[in-house]
């Protein structure tokens, strides 16, 4: 038995990458089977995090140990042995898959989503489920039946939303690798608090077979990991077309890694007044005016742009996505899966005491805003109304394009809140995903970087990309990451 | 039901009381107690408020988006797919009977 990490050369997950990783297993440094013990070890030393609903500790050390013997018998994927957790709303084969909630609390799905498949195709060893806000519902990790994520920046505050689990544990260094999924901004906003990297991919990249739906016209899986380079490992795998999904695009998969070494010279970088308005926090704005002269120094332009209708994203995400939610939701009845009440009169007794005790009140809360934007009398109202204002905002983004290559600004208005602040004012919580928003509802990708601390609380880059120019988006991260360390900083304490 | 008239421009408080949460939470088959009511209640409200924003957005002769259009709907054939197995589908219900799902007597 091999002495542990942490003896013979140190800590290799503190500053590895999975870019690094990759090439210590390669050259024979560690074995996968040792990562994915340490990953374990790390894990069960942080549970104050509550980053994890499920490990799957006996399956990864024998995916594990048949990555080691795939490597010596030739094989040489990236991500190959690499440990990887998922978030709890990907169904996993053989391990419960929750989605945050007690409707699904001990439901263990029959199938892998296909991101899982392609991941462990591609050589990733699932080590566990991620905590995550209730039916991807919520901007901090607070709503999960599972208890709340601490960030590991500061365990009195939030880690962000919905992949608040996935976020904490790449940033404090439990996994090198997880994935999230993003409607209104739940990858890229918790990567912000966190101080890692997450992308959302454009609508369709990314296939949702086995994604737990919320809302399915805006709802994208991604990568989340430390740098760039990683997400575009990450992406490499989980990008294509799939047959199952019947929003999957079949364009095809451009090389990521190819794309990253771009220089930047003449690139222009869209700088919207909107996203520098009222609400931002000062040392937010700060931080991201110091990352945007770095990227002139990196040769781009700043290029002024409008997008007149963002600011009427969030009242009109507000009806489209618990809308859809509500119909998406409506499977869970506890006639064929999940939670089913007890001490039932009839059949409609048990649905309706079957879902007021499996979701929770932020789930219940839109479901209901949603079922009654569709309800007869309201629907042109509200639905159609939120239907035509998403074609604005579409159209903004289609002319600021013709203006500059990305837009960039800030992830998130401020840094990672206080547990707990802002229960009492669902609309306070809402108004998290004011930048974020937008983008799902064109369908564009984007991501968010980590571009500087704000009173030692890491502050995210957003940077915004035409519809599948995600290589560009990537590029554009990485040449900054090369050039700075934000993406490196750790946590103290991990 | 309690009408908040979304065509005008009013912004601000939508009021949304307990017989609205009465009749949402049936159709959406959510069973909300009296107590609860008061709550919902005013959360709606809040976020209809929320919401009426949208208003101030003149959207005449727009076309809805339902969603980005360059991933439209796709068919495929209609041809039956076994994957998974019945029995493992089965083992996933609270309660079955003889291979079927088990539920609460719905016909008298």
């Given amino acids: ?494 | 039901m309690v009408a908040c008239d979304g065509l005008t421009s009013r912004v601000g408080w939508c009021p949304v009381n307990k017989e609205d949460i009465e009749k949402i939470a049936h159709l959406a088959r959510l069973g909300i107690d009296e107590q609860e009511q008061e709550a919902y209640a005013a959360d709606l409200s809040r976020i209809l408020g929320l919401v009426s924003q949208m208003n101030a957005v003149e959207t005449g002769g727009v076309e809805p988006m339902t969603h980005p259009d360059e991933a439209g709907l796709r068919w495929r054939p209609d041809v039956a797919r076994h994957e998974i197995e019945r029995e493992q589908l089965l083992a996933l219900a609270p309660q079955t009977h003889h291979g079927l799902y088990l539920v609460p007597r719905v016909i008298e």
């Avoid at chain 1, 451009?254 to 009222?278: C, K, M, N, S, V």
């Fill in chain 1, 1 to 494: 038995m091999a002495p542990t990490l942490h003896g013979t050369f140190g800590d290799p997950f503190l500053t590895a990458t999975i870019t690094q990783l990759a090439k210590g297993l390669a050259s024979g440094q560690y074995s996968s089977v040792e990562l994915v013990d340490e990953a374990f070890a790390r894990i069960q030393k942080h549970t104050d995090l509550n980053a994890f609903i499920t490990l799957n500790e006996e399956t990864a050390r024998q995916e594990a140990r048949a990555a080691d013997e795939a490597r010596k018998k030739g094989q040489a994927q990236a991500l190959l042995g690499i440990p990887i957790a998922h978030k709890d709303i990907f169904c996993t084969a053989g391990i419960k898959t929750t989605c945050g909630s007690r409707m699904l609390a001990n439901f263990i799905s029959p199938y892998d989503a296909t991101v899982v498949h392609k991941m462990k195709a591609a050589g990733c060893v699932t080590v566990a489920k991620t905590n995550m806000d209730e039916f991807a519902m919520g901007s901090s990790n607070e709503t999960s039946y599972f208890g709340p994520v601490a960030n590991p920046w500061d365990q009195t505050r939030v880690p962000g939303g919905s992949s608040g689990g996935s976020a904490a544990a790449v940033a404090a260094r439990l996994v090198p690798a997880a994935t999230g999924t993003d409607t209104g901004g739940s990858i890229r906003q918790p990567a912000a608090l966190c101080g890692i990297t997450g992308l959302k991919p454009s609508y369709g990249r990314v296939s949702r077979f086995g994604l737990i739906a919320f809302a399915s016209s805006l709802d994208q899986a991604g990568p989340m990991a430390q740098t760039a380079e990683d997400c575009a490992h990450l992406l490499q795998a989980m990008a294509g077309f799939d047959e199952r999904d019947s929003t999957s695009v079949k364009t095809d998969v451009p090389d990521y890694l190819l794309g990253l070494r771009q220089d930047l010279t003449g690139l222009r970088i869209g700088i919207a007044r909107e996203h520098f308005g009222e609400g931002l926090d000062p040392a937010t704005a700060q931080a991201i005016e110091a990352a945007l002269s770095e990227y002139k120094r990196l040769g781009a332009q700043l290029v002024d742009i409008s997008l007149p209708n963002a600011a009427h994203a969030v009242p009109c995400y507000y009806v489209l996505a618990p809308a859809e939610a509500s119909s998406n939701l409506a499977r869970y009845d506890g006639v064929r899966f999940g939670y089913r009440a007890t001490g039932y009169r009839d059949l409609e007794d048990m649905y309706k005491r079957t879902r007021s005790e499996g979701f929770g009140r932020e789930v219940k809360r839109r479901i209901m805003i949603g079922t009654y934007a569709l309800s007869a009398g309201y629907y042109d109202a509200y639905y159609v109304k939120a239907l035509k204002l998403r074609r604005l905002i579409a159209d903004d983004f289609t002319r600021a394009f013709e203006r500059c290559d990305v837009i960039a600004g800030p992830t998130s208005p401020s840094t990672a809140f206080a547990l707990g602040a802002k229960n009492d004012d669902p609309i306070s919580m809402y108004l998290n995903d004011i930048y974020t928003i937008p983008v799902n509802m064109a369908g564009l990708p984007a991501l968010s970087l980590p571009a500087g601390l704000a009173q030692g609380l890491p502050v995210g880059l957003q940077l915004i990309g035409r519809y599948l120019d995600e290589a560009r988006l990537l590029n554009v991260a990485h040449k900054f990451q090369e050039a700075t360390d934000w993406h490196a900083r750790v946590p103290a304490g991990f």
